[in-house]
């Protein structure tokens, strides 16, 4: 859930990547002349948007307990337990990558939040060089959910109540390699100082009003369309995923007819994302599935059918993929990136009944009745027609040759594989041609 404080600019690092949706305009024009159809819902305004979710969210680093100071008694604190020395830096990873060190102890270990509870933190964040790059009094997240940088999800969880902590954090667990527009440059390392305020439970999915859940999705999507944009699909996939949950818990509240709209439309959004950013991993099965939950609901989405139709060709199913294409291309006759995609398919679908041909033609032979012995002419009808038949039939259950083994006979005549030994199989009876 987010508080009023972190909504207060939208470059903020709890909030990256909300407010960052394309208008209606800029999205037609990306329709038309985008090389990458698959970020077409990415960033869209009011219009738009194993499974997976088993993609771990992010490093998990657990609740260590203090490492213990053989050199120094530490205070007793208000939770009757003993707090980090204030001027021991914590390697948090263990890589050295994210460091936190204690400004000012908390009152005990049992007061750390836990993954699912709403905090609310202060904090001011700064580049190498001192300049401030944030500074928000009351930020409230929900811990563990990805909606802030990885930095702040690794470390809040580690904060005592009323603690404050410096965060030393590389630019892999902040902004990345592609830092934030304008006051974050790329790789650009962070320290966080940060004060933990409160921890609560979040509130039950069951009570949420029809705005109170539209609200909580769309800001799980826009995180999503945040890491998709820093091009991290599996953050991506797990924001995308929280927020189909929100939308797909049961409510124990009525809503309007506007408020059923609406969060189909979101879940729709999502759905799309997601089959994007499972595209972008390489995983098929899963992208496939979620364009077929879009087209349940809208069977005419013109980004469903060109994703579905694209999973389907990178899984060598052009016989599939084309029809479902060109029903993309009814719809959006201008689109040149259909085009282009449906062009490719349609080529490739004529190369692979050229092999396929090709292969068949050597499985059977080549019948011709020039040149063919006199005893196996008078077969040559039946031959054809067996062919033919033998053709169907591997055509529909898929049967190639095997390495190695190929297909004897004259030209002509019924052909079969040669028994060990180099002798062909016959029926008792049969003579050679």
Not at 367 to 372: L, N, R
Not at 417 to 432: C, L, V
């Given at each position: ?303 469903a059918l060109f994703r579905k139709g694209k999973v ?86 898929g049967v190639t040759p095997r390495g190695g083994e ?28």
């Open positions: 859930m987010a508080s009023s404080g972190e909504e207060r600019r939208s470059s903020s690092p709890g909030r990256a990547g909300a407010g960052t949706e394309l208008s209606p305009t800029a999205d037609a024009t990306q329709l038309d002349t985008a090389e990458d159809f698959e970020v077409l819902e990415q960033e869209e305004e009011e219009e738009e948007e194993e499974d997976l979710s088993e993609l771990p969210p992010l490093e998990d680093v657990g609740r260590p307990p203090a490492p213990p100071r053989e050199d120094t008694q530490a205070p007793e604190q208000g939770g009757g337990e003993a707090a980090e020395d204030p001027q021991e830096w914590l390697d948090v990873l263990g890589s050295g990558l994210l460091k936190k060190k204690t400004l000012v102890p908390g009152q005990g270990m049992d007061t750390r939040p836990r993954k699912g509870q709403d905090v609310t933190i202060r904090l001011k964040a700064t580049l190498e060089d001192g300049s401030v790059v944030e500074e928000n009094p009351a930020l409230t997240f929900t811990l563990g959910d990805c909606d802030v940088l990885q930095a702040l999800d690794l470390c809040v969880q580690l904060l005592e109540m009323g603690e404050t902590a410096l965060i030393v954090s590389d630019a892999k667990y902040c902004y990345g390699a592609q830092g934030r527009s304008p006051d974050v440059p790329p790789n650009a390392a962070l320290t966080l100082e940060v004060e933990l305020l409160a921890a609560r439970d979040a509130p039950d999915l069951e009570l949420l009003s029809g705005k109170e859940k539209i609200e909580l999705a769309n800001r799980k999507r826009e995180r999503g369309n945040f890491f998709y944009q820093q091009a991290d699909y599996v953050l991506a996939i797990n924001s995308y995923d929280i927020a189909l949950k929100i939308i797909g818990s049961s409510s124990k509240v009525d809503f309007s007819p506007d408020e059923e709209t609406e969060l189909l439309d979101v879940k729709v959004k999502c759905l799309n994302n997601l089959a994007a950013s499972q595209l972008k991993l390489d995983h098929y099965e899963a992208a496939l599935k979620s364009c077929n939950l879009v087209l349940e609901h809208q069977p005419g989405n013109i980004k389907l060709a990178q899984q060598g199913e052009y016989r599939e993929a084309i029809p479902i294409l060109k029903a993309a291309l009814k719809l959006e006759p201008s689109n040149k990136t259909i085009h282009a995609e449906l062009s490719k398919l349609v080529k490739k679908h004529a190369d692979q009944k050229n092999v396929e041909t090709e292969m068949y033609r050597k499985m059977l032979g080549n019948p011709s009745a020039a040149g063919t012995p006199g005893k196996c002419k008078d077969k040559l009808p039946w031959v054809r027609a067996g062919a033919d038949l033998l053709r169907g039939v591997a055509e529909r259950v190929h297909w004897a006979g004259h030209r002509g005549c019924v052909s079969v594989p040669q028994a060990p030994g180099g002798q062909h199989n016959r029926a008792p009876g049969q003579g050679g041609c």
